[in-house]
């Protein structure tokens, strides 16, 4: 007698059955091979597979009720999962964004709605979409366009009706490729009042893949993935020091460090989905802290001014001692140097502590020139005015400056939200997952960093903000300037020192259940890879991976992204560029300061504030708040060795023996 469907899933869901798999009758399969109740057996593979299928490898039903209902469970081999049908979300049958949607356990429907396309799996393009895919350009194309021809670009820069209509297409053309309102988030991949209202969640522009998927990329590639470290090991660890073709430098490195971590805060207690920064952008909370608690104790309460002291005549932050705003320092570090700052995680790397300083002394000038137009106002309206230029100034410098940089376009860009007033646009913003994977940056760290004439290894660097009071911001400004960044795609160029993040990366996109490159790259807009060669542009790496990986369209995110072949002489391949903008240019301009009610000269204490953001960029923040006026970019100017000294007493620290991670993770489990 077979156990009765009803019972068997009652069995599973009350975690007694340790079922693997369950021999059909001859008198349940009929004359066509088909079992007469799939749907029964499917149900217990679902369920199976939810509680981890590991669980399933023998028969632990209570041996009472294995004799009461006489069930006929034999283990067989895991090929039975073969013959059941999985989730049939789980290929991903749903094209051009089409929403997939299970009806019944073996069935699903696409819905195309507003996608442009029609049918069953949404493949086939209305009249005005047809037209639009011959007519577009790749993405490849245009950027070639936006990266040659200088000398046409200088007439356009300067035609402003022309700079601003191709302004407002990138802008629009990069932010609609964002969901707004947010859809799903790692652990709902259906639309939900959760998912959408729980702010503690990043959120995902592809749901997670179901765990009842076969493979953890839906049906596509192994059954498990391959071991993260080797993958590390193998295709991004650094061999030699690989410069970026584009001239990034250390200044930018640290500038990118400094600015994405006010919105990629993960809650590592709550896990990888989640987060603690809930302003889900700009709101600069790295500068004033994330709760109102810690911005009072870093507020001066006076004149809208933060809290400071003064070093050697000039401004530097107050200690923690001072504030009782707590940072992440080792026990080592001296009273006097655990420096207190918006962010608690930024005493961590000199580079962010420079920059920290910068902008707090930015704050304080800034409240002193809004005094100065308005005496009348008290210390609170003074710092609320301030904050928001700041927030206006880090806008302005991003997208001019920094986003212009890494573009490698001749086109100007510009920060104009009145660009986009006519224009249909949500002020509003959500960090995605994704986003903040992408941004794992690291391959822009040098072995080294080279100050004035001294060399620190990542030993001597991390958590050593004497090095700031020795050498002043002005060395540090001038130095970092100078210091070439690593390219980021390409392969191998991941510095040893912090290659236990970039497994961290992997694992986390792992429990997160992230879908393949191929289906980031069709959400984004761009063809899938054939394969793994016209991934990297190469050979050797690409015959690697596809031992490892066994199927192109199995290809993960993250390392996809650190291997691709970049465009030529540039730091990032296409796919990083097609994703990461878009996620940039919607945070930026969904902020609240560019919607037409607060973006106008009252917002900002008036015209004087108003003119700081729209005449604010990088060397200018550094000229007001820097000694001596340093000439500073992102990029490096003419990339020569610098004569440094490594300091002798631990230059021969292998790189192998840091792990920051650990680090962090022993003060805290913050970052
Ligand atoms: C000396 C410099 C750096 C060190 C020691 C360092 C170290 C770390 C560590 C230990 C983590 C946490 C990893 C985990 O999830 O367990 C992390 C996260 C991260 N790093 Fe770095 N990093 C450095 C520079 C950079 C730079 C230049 C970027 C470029 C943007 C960057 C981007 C990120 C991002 C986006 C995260 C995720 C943050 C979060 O989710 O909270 N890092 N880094």
């Known amino acids: 007698m077979l156990l009765p469907c009803a019972l068997l899933a009652a069995l599973l869901a009350a975690g007694h059955a340790g079922v693997l798999f369950y021999v059909p009758r001859d008198s349940e399969v009929s004359a066509a091979g088909e079992l007469s109740d799939p749907l029964c057996v499917r149900s217990w593979f679902v369920a199976a597979r939810k509680q981890r299928a590991s669980q399933f490898v023998s028969l632990i039903l209570p041996g009472a009720a294995r004799s009461l209902v006489q069930v006929e469970l034999v283990l067989l081999p895991a090929l039975v999962f073969d013959f059941i049908p999985a989730n049939p979300c789980c290929s991903l049958p749903c094209q051009n964004r089409g929403v997939c949607m299970t009806t019944g356990f073996d069935r699903y429907e696409c819905d195309c709605t507003r996608t442009g396309y029609y049918g069953e799996n949404c493949t086939t393009p209305e009249f005005f979409t047809w037209l639009k895919l011959i007519l577009k350009p790749t993405p490849n194309t245009v950027h070639y366009i936006l990266t040659h021809f200088k000398g046409v670009w200088n007439i356009i820069n300067n035609i402003s009706f022309l700079r601003d209509t191709i302004m407002r297409y990138v802008l629009t053309s990069r932010s609609h490729l964002i969901d707004s309102p947010p859809t799903y988030n790692s652990d709902y991949s259906y639309k939900s009042w959760e998912a959408y209202s729980n702010l503690s969640y990043y959120t995902r522009s592809l749901p997670p893949v179901g765990h009842d998927c076969p493979t953890p990329m839906g049906v596509k590639g192994k059954k498990e993935l391959p071991d993260s470290k080797l993958i590390v090991e193998k295709f991004l660890l650094r061999r030699k020091f690989i410069p970026d073709p584009q001239g990034t430098n250390v200044m930018f490195t640290f500038f990118a460090q400094h600015f994405t971590h006010q919105f990629f805060k993960t809650d590592h207690k709550k896990g990888p989905g989640f987060t603690k920064a809930y302003g889900h952008g700009v709101d600069l909370n790295h500068i004033y802290g994330e709760t109102l608690e810690r911005q009072l104790k870093l507020r001066l309460r006076k004149d809208g001014k933060l809290k400071y002291q003064m070093i050697d005549g000039e401004m530097y932050p107050p200690t923690v001692k001072d504030t009782q705003a707590e940072m992440i320092y080792p026990p080592h570090v001296p009273?006097?140097?655990?420096?207190?700052?918006?962010?608690?995680?930024?005493?961590?790397?000199?580079?962010?502590?420079?920059?920290?300083?910068?902008?707090?002394?930015?704050?304080?000038?800034?409240?002193?020139v809004l005094k100065q137009e308005h005496p009348e106002w008290d210390d609170e309206q003074l710092f609320q005015t301030t904050r928001l230029i700041l927030i206006g100034e880090t806008i302005k410098i991003v997208i001019e400056d920094y986003v212009q940089h890494?573009?490698?376009?001749?086109?100007?860009?510009?920060?104009?939200?009145?660009?986009?007033?006519?224009?249909?646009?949500?002020?509003?913003?959500?960090?995605?997952?994704?986003?903040?994977?992408?941004?794992?940056?690291?391959?822009?760290?040098?072995?080294?960093?080279?100050?004035?004439?001294?060399?620190?290894?990542?030993?001597?660097?991390l958590y050593n903000n004497s090095i700031m009071l020795e050498h002043g911001l002005s060395h540090m400004v001038k130095s970092f300037s100078k210091q070439s960044a690593g390219r980021v795609a390409g392969g191998k160029n991941v510095p040893a020192a912090v290659q236990k993040v970039a497994k961290a990366s992997i694992d986390q996109s792992r429990q997160m259940r992230y879908q393949s490159l191929n289906e980031y790259r069709k959400r984004f807009m761009l063809k899938p890879f054939k394969s793994f060669e016209e991934l990297t542009g190469e050979k050797e790496m690409a015959a690697e991976l596809e031992e490892l990986y066994g199927d192109i369209d199995a290809m993960e995110l993250y390392p996809g992204l650190l291997v691709e072949k970049p465009r030529p002489g540039a730091i990032f391949g296409e796919t990083m560029v097609e994703i990461g903008a878009p996620f940039s240019l919607k945070g930026l301009m969904g902020n609240t300061i560019c919607s037409p009610e607060y973006w106008k000269p009252s917002t900002f204490g008036g015209k004087v504030g108003f003119e700081i953001i729209n005449t604010a960029s990088l060397q200018k923040l550094i000229c007001n708040n820097v000694k001596g006026c340093p000439f500073t970019a992102f990029h490096v100017l003419n990339p020569e060795p610098t004569e440094a000294t490594i300091n002798v007493s631990t230059s021969n620290t292998a790189m192998e023996d840091i792990n920051p991670t650990l680090l962090l993770k022993e003060q805290s489990a913050e970052l």
């Open 335 to 368: 009273e006097h140097l655990q420096f207190s700052v918006g962010q608690e995680v930024f005493g961590l790397v000199p580079g962010l502590m420079m920059y920290a300083t910068i902008w707090l002394r930015e704050h304080n000038r800034v409240c002193d």
């Open 406 to 461: 890494l573009s490698g376009y001749h086109f100007k860009l510009k920060f104009d939200p009145e660009l986009l007033f006519n224009q249909r646009f949500q002020y509003q913003n959500r960090i995605a997952a994704e986003f903040n994977t992408l941004y794992h940056w690291h391959p822009l760290l040098p072995d080294t960093f080279q100050i004035h004439n001294q060399e620190y290894t990542f030993q001597q660097f």
